[in-house]
């Protein structure tokens, strides 16, 4: 599921089924930067990234600390 905020950006969630109404981890596209999202007890914090692969790693260590499942990375492999 893909979804396009007004904002331009393009947010595709990473974590599938097991989020909370207080953790959350979202890759998001915006312009040709890769921003992680990591919401923690209803906190926002964004983390920036010029390639994916770094991107995806740095939100996978996110959701193991957050007890969430982890990112399927072939799900993102149209840039290699």
Do not use: C
């Not at 312009?31 to 906190?43: P, S």
């Amino acid at each position: 599921m893909v979804r396009t905020i007004p904002t331009h950006e393009t947010v595709f969630p990473l974590i599938m089924g097991r989020r909370n109404k207080t953790s959350a981890v979202d890759l998001i596209l915006r312009g040709d930067r890769y921003i992680v999202r990591v919401t923690e007890l209803g906190k926002v914090t964004e983390q920036d990234f010029s390639g994916i692969h770094f991107a995806l790693s740095w939100a996978s260590g996110q959701s193991v600390r957050l007890g969430l499942k982890t990112p399927n990375p072939s799900a993102f492999n149209s840039e290699a």
